[in-house]
C-alpha cells in the first residue's frame, strides 16, 4: 500500500487564460482512498485510471477533498460508497457527521496507516492526508504550491 498519484496537477497561464486542475491520489487498499477528484469534466479520466489498477468507483472506501475549491471536488459525485471528508466536513450521503472537529486539531483516522489532518491552506479548512507505507510518512496536501 502506497500512495499512487493517478494524474499531476498544474496551474498555467496560456492565451491569456488560467488553467489549473489538483493530482488526484489513490492509496490502494483496503481501505481504498482517492484524495481530490479534479473537475466534473474529469471522470472518464478517473473511471479509466482506476481501472488500470483494478478498481471501480464503488471500490473506494473514502474521498478526501484537501479543501472546497472545485478542482478538487468536480468528480466526488462517482463515488457513491465512500465516506466523503471535504475540508473540515465529513459526511455519507446527505448525513453530516458532526462528532469530529479538525478545528481542535483532532485527527480523522481512517486506517491503522492512514490519517487525515487540519493544515494550513489556501481556504480555512484545509486537510491532509497522512499515509504510512513502505515509501515511509507522506504527506498529501493538495495545492502546497503551484507547478508551473
Ligand atoms: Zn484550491
Request: aromatic share 10%; hydrophobic share 35%; charged share 20%.
Amino acid at each position: 500500500m502506497a500512495p499512487i498519484v493517478l494524474f499531476d496537477g498544474y496551474s498555467k497561464f496560456q492565451d491569456g487564460n488560467y488553467y489549473a486542475n489538483c493530482s488526484c491520489v489513490l492509496i490502494k487498499g483496503p481501505p481504498n482512498v482517492v484524495i481530490d477528484t479534479m473537475t466534473a469534466w474529469d471522470g472518464e479520466r478517473i473511471l479509466e485510471a482506476l481501472q488500470k489498477h483494478s478498481l471501480t468507483c464503488d471500490d473506494i472506501n473514502y474521498v478526501v477533498c484537501t479543501h472546497g475549491h472545485s478542482d478538487h471536488i468536480g468528480c466526488n459525485y462517482l463515488f457513491k460508497k465512500a465516506i466523503h471528508i471535504v475540508g473540515h466536513a465529513v459526511s455519507f450521503r446527505d448525513k453530516y457527521f458532526s462528532d469530529h472537529n479538525f478545528a481542535n486539531g483532532e485527527e480523522y483516522i481512517i486506517s491503522d496507516n492512514i490519517k487525515v489532518i487540519s493544515t494550513p491552506g489556501h481556504t480555512l479548512q484545509d486537510v491532509s492526508v497522512i499515509v504510512q507505507s513502505n515509501m515511509g510518512i507522506t504527506a498529501i496536501t493538495g495545492d502546497l504550491f503551484e507547478k508551473i
